[in-house]
């Protein structure tokens, strides 16, 4: 199965917020979005809102559920209480928990689950039990015994950081080792029973080697590359030319 396409949003909030005006519409935007066939929509509302607004999430989900009901709504953030509660509030299917400080322009690596498991533990728990699957964002570095630790952490999947693989677009040779080590971070989520997400800097020219080497992605969230190039191709095309990057015949 191609790879599922999840939206990220916070790059039309951002371009929204510069100005105390309505559009570009969040929501309209991802309505374009999902009508063109992606699969879901994704936010990471940070505490200080410069680019997702917390009253974005209410408008989303109800987006979702009243136009869209077989897409999914994932949120993405530092597990602090306020980000739980608020995941609480407006029950995303997914939750994907990063390890980033909520001042960092970008979430930029993965969890490091020698130190940070038992905090993980709790959290993923509190989040299942409310319903949400739960993906943990993971260095795509190679390291097996890494994978297994964020295994016994109680979730669901990983989200592969591809933020170095996307940071080849000018070095061949370095893409190709960024990719293999991926490709086995992946090979080791998927023998220890995890779905695979990968998301960061990925573009409709990196996505194709990315989701050949790695078969059984489950998901790609992706915001700055789709943002850019809906801006010379509109939405709902740059929709579909991601979805044929991820193997998807349309």
């Known amino acids: 199965m191609p790879a599922k396409l999840s939206v990220n949003l916070n790059a ?27 699969y879901g929509l994704t936010v990471h509302p940070r505490p200080d809102k410069r ?7 209410p408008v989303l989900r109800a987006l979702i559920d009243d136009e869209f009901p077989q897409t999914e709504f994932n949120m993405e953030g530092y597990p602090s209480e306020d980000f739980l509660q608020l995941c609480e509030k407006t029950q995303p299917e997914q939750v994907t928990l990063v390890p980033d400080d909520p001042s960092q322009a970008t979430s930029d690596h993965g969890f490091n689950f020698r130190t940070q498991s038992e905090m993980l533990k709790s959290v993923i728990a509190r989040l299942k039990a409310g319903g949400m699957r739960v993906s943990v964002f993971a260095d795509g570095d190679g390291d097996a015994e890494a994978v297994k630790l964020a295994k016994a952490t109680g979730t669901d999947r990983i989200e592969l950081y591809t933020g170095p693989y996307g940071g080849c677009f ?28 990968a ?13 050949g080497r790695i078969p059984h992605l489950a998901e790609v969230s992706i915001g700055h590359g789709l943002t850019a190039d809906a801006l010379e ?6 929709v579909r030319r991601f979805r044929r ?6």
């Not at 680019?51 to 999430?57: A, M, N, P, Q, Y």
């Not at 191709?233 to 740059?238: L, S, V």
Request: hydrophobic share 45%; proline share 3%.
């Open 233 to 238: 191709y509109g939405m709902a095309e740059t």
């Open 170 to 197: 000018d070095n061949a040779g370095e893409g190709e080792r960024q990719l293999e080590l991926l490709g086995r971070t992946a090979d080791a989520a998927l023998a220890e029973g995890l779905g695979v997400n």
């Open 51 to 57: 680019h997702i607004r917390f009253t974005d999430l």
């Open 12 to 38: 039309v909030a951002m371009l929204r917020n510069r100005r105390d005006l309505p559009w570009p519409s969040v929501a309209h935007l991802g309505r374009i979005a999902l009508q063109a066939g992606a």
């Open 199 to 211: 998301g960061h800097d990925l573009t409709v020219e990196n996505l194709p080697a990315l989701v």
């Open 245 to 250: 990057a991820c193997g998807e015949h349309i």
